[in-house]
């Protein structure tokens, strides 16, 4: 069972301990996400050198992986992170960015699962789908299948890697293999702002470096993510505007108005 009240314990604990959050990400998206992290409360850094991932891993509270703009460099760097997170015991998040879109990237990301480090899966629908069948296509980094087609997928991933599979949309599903929980908060104008699928997983990787349920962790980081979205949206015109008061409520949010207006449904 995920409650707004866990929401709300979370975010405290967010920013009361500034974990300090490993991320390899994308260049699109760098300088949102570490902003994002630091209005939640979380403290980012994005370290993509191969000969220091293991050293800045070893000093985090959570490595969020993300394979939105890859190079062999950057795939080799994800695999010694991802060996370093899992002997320390912290989390590892993987954002599928566009996988099965090109065989590489859906390659890439197979190869960091079966690595058996990852600890929380977050994509759309499509790159999901993508992760079990190299049949599934994605238009680029968009999703052309529904969160609901990708439930049962999501399920079989999830107890075969031992991981969290989150698939965003307008609900969010969330699930262990067994546990199902829909989260039902966001903003179509989410979808008009490069990045905010990579935000939330950052975000995912902030919520579990504080909470070792990651099944709890991930609804609760959605559920923040999506009522600050909700908030930010009554104040934005346009895409634009949206994108810079989206960063100012992710800060300004209190976590008794996170438990207020999270919309978490326990399947």
């Known amino acids: ?35 994002a992290l630091l209005a939640c409360g979380a403290s980012p850094v994005m370290a993509h050198a191969y000969n220091e991932v293991g050293e800045m891993t070893g000093i985090a509270n959570a490595l969020v992986l993300n394979i939105g703009t890859l190079e062999n460099e950057w795939i080799h760097s994800m695999i010694i ?54 049949n599934a296509q994605t238009k680029g980094v968009d999703a052309l299948h529904s969160v609901t ?58 919520f579990s470096a504080v909470d070792n349920d990651y099944l709890k962790a991930t609804a609760c980081a959605l559920a923040y993510f999506g009522v600050a979205g909700e908030l930010a949206a009554k104040k934005a015109i346009a895409p634009g505007s949206f994108m810079i008061k989206l960063i100012d409520e992710l800060y300004a949010i209190t976590p008794s108005e996170l438990e207020q207006y999270a919309n978490i449904e326990n399947v």
Do not use: F, W
């Open 149 to 206: 087609d990708a439930i049962e997928v999501a399920t079989m991933i999830a107890d075969k890697y031992s991981a969290i599979v989150a698939i965003t949309g307008p609900t969010d599903i969330v699930t262990d293999g067994k546990q199902i929980v829909k989260v039902h908060n966001g903003h179509k104008l989410l979808r008009m702002v490069t990045g905010t699928g990579c935000t939330a997983t950052a975000l995912i990787g902030a």
């Open 1 to 35: 069972m995920v409650t707004g009240n866990d929401a709300r314990i979370i975010l405290e604990n967010v920013r009361l301990q500034k974990p300090l959050i490993h991320n390899i990400t994308n260049y699109v998206v760098m300088n949102y996400t570490a902003n």
């Open 81 to 134: 992170a991802a060996g370093t997170a899992h002997k320390k015991g912290i989390p590892v998040i993987l954002d599928p960015v566009g996988a099965g879109a090109t065989s590489l990237r859906t390659h890439t990301a197979i190869k960091i699962l079966n690595t058996g480090t990852i600890s929380v899966i977050r994509g759309n629908a499509s790159e999901v789908l993508a992760l079990a069948d190299n």
